[in-house]
């Protein structure tokens, strides 16, 4: 069997054309949704991140915001500029990009934005709205999953799914996703035992580990289909994910490649919250 290619770059376009849409229809009201990115330090994925971030923003017809700090931005300085975001009646999403450096605590950054704005679904009380089945914001990431699942209209009550990678980025919110649309999850972690016995007996395998190669065609049941979260550079500078793309693509009923699966849908459902945080600060 030779897997379905899912195509996240066609999805996300359409998903950013109906965020276009109802940025139009806001802005006619007078409200221009915006969104600030916060980045402090020089780390070059998260430069390309956070670009990309902003481009898509400007293209979508929404107001952006990129705020750039050198790596030694003290803790207080960063809370402060937070503070003064949440009070800005022109931002209505924030994002800080992760990592931070090591001498800020993530937590404590996290926490003070305010939870109304928090576009990225990080801050404790939209985690807890998450797990309790009431969300406000749906982290981008597990999102996108979620919206590529529905548009290939895989039936995930009854089905058994397999998250491969336990972070409160993605592998966490992605269980919680799936478990409250009806499947049966499993997460997996770096101390799973037999990882290959899981994979093997899922409908659904969805891989956020950051080790490029984790998950090979002979984990996975025919037919299955397969996710890939993760984003890696190979030695010779090309971009893989955390599948083995050229084995699981043989055992597979579909799969999402990297580049062009999940990444791209990170970014339009980040462009879906902040229109979302817009609409409500405008009802
Ligand atoms: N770093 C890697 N992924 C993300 C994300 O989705 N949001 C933020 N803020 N930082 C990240």
Same mark, same amino acid.
């Given at each position: 069997?030779?897997?379905?290619?899912?195509?996240?770059?066609?999805?996300?376009?359409?998903?950013?054309?109906?965020?276009?849409?109802?940025?139009?229809?806001l802005?006619?009201?007078?409200?221009?949704?915006?969104?600030?990115v916060?980045?402090?330090?020089?780390?070059?994925?998260?430069?390309?991140y956070v670009?990309?971030?902003?481009?898509?923003?400007?293209?979508?017809g929404?107001?952006?915001?990129?705020?750039?700090y050198?790596?030694d931005?003290?803790?207080?300085?960063?809370?402060?500029?937070? @503070?003064?975001?949440?009070?800005?009646?022109?931002?209505?999403?924030?994002?800080?990009?992760? &990592?931070?450096?090591?001498?800020?605590?993530?937590? @404590?950054?996290?926490?003070?934005?305010?939870?109304?704005?928090?576009?990225?679904?990080?801050?404790?009380?939209?985690?807890?709205?998450?797990?309790?089945?009431?969300?406000?914001?749906?982290?981008?990431? &597990?999102?996108?999953?979620?919206?590529i699942?529905?548009?290939?209209?895989?039936?995930?009550?009854?089905?058994?799914?397999?998250?491969?990678?336990?972070?409160?980025?993605?592998?966490?919110?992605?269980?919680?996703?799936?478990?409250a649309?009806?499947?049966?999850?499993?997460?997996?972690?770096?101390?799973?035992?037999?990882?290959?016995?899981?994979?093997?007996?899922?409908?659904?395998?969805?891989?956020?580990?950051?080790? &490029?190669?984790?998950?090979?065609?002979?984990?996975?049941?025919?037919?299955?289909?397969?996710?890939?979260v993760?984003?890696?550079?190979?030695?010779?500078?090309?971009?893989?994910?955390d599948?083995d793309?050229?084995?699981?693509?043989?055992?597979?009923?579909?799969?999402?490649?990297? &580049?062009?699966?999940?990444?791209?849908m990170?970014?339009?459902?980040?462009?879906?919250?902040t229109?979302?945080?817009?609409?409500?600060s405008?009802?």
């Amino acid at each position: 069997m030779t897997a379905k290619v899912i195509d996240g770059v066609k999805l996300a376009a359409s998903i950013r054309e109906q965020v276009a849409e109802r940025a139009a229809v806001l802005t006619r009201q007078g409200v221009k949704p915006g969104l600030a990115v916060v980045l402090v330090g020089s780390d070059a994925a998260s430069q390309v991140y956070v670009r990309n971030k902003v481009a898509a923003c400007e293209k979508a017809g929404l107001h952006s915001v990129l705020e750039q700090y050198p790596a030694d931005l003290t803790e207080d300085a960063l809370l402060s500029r937070i @503070r003064t975001l949440n009070a800005d009646k022109t931002i209505h999403g924030i994002l800080v990009q992760l &990592p931070l450096p090591k001498h800020i605590d993530a937590h @404590r950054v996290i926490e003070a934005i305010a939870a109304e704005k928090d576009v990225d679904g990080f801050h404790i009380s939209n985690a807890g709205l998450l797990m309790t089945g009431t969300p406000l914001f749906r982290p981008c990431t &597990p999102y996108g999953v979620m919206k590529i699942l529905e548009s290939e209209q895989v039936v995930l009550r009854g089905a058994v799914a397999v998250v491969v990678g336990a972070s409160n980025i993605v592998g966490k919110p992605m269980a919680m996703l799936l478990q409250a649309a009806g499947a049966t999850v499993t997460i997996c972690n770096s101390k799973t035992r037999d990882l290959a016995w899981h994979t093997r007996h899922a409908d659904i395998v969805v891989v956020a580990t950051g080790k &490029p190669g984790m998950v090979t065609g002979d984990m996975i049941k025919p037919g299955a289909i397969v996710i890939d979260v993760g984003i890696n550079r190979t030695a010779d500078g090309k971009l893989c994910g955390d599948v083995d793309y050229a084995s699981v693509s043989q055992v597979a009923g579909a799969i999402t490649p990297v &580049p062009g699966g999940v990444g791209p849908m990170t970014i339009a459902m980040l462009l879906v919250n902040t229109i979302e945080a817009a609409e409500r600060s405008n009802a």
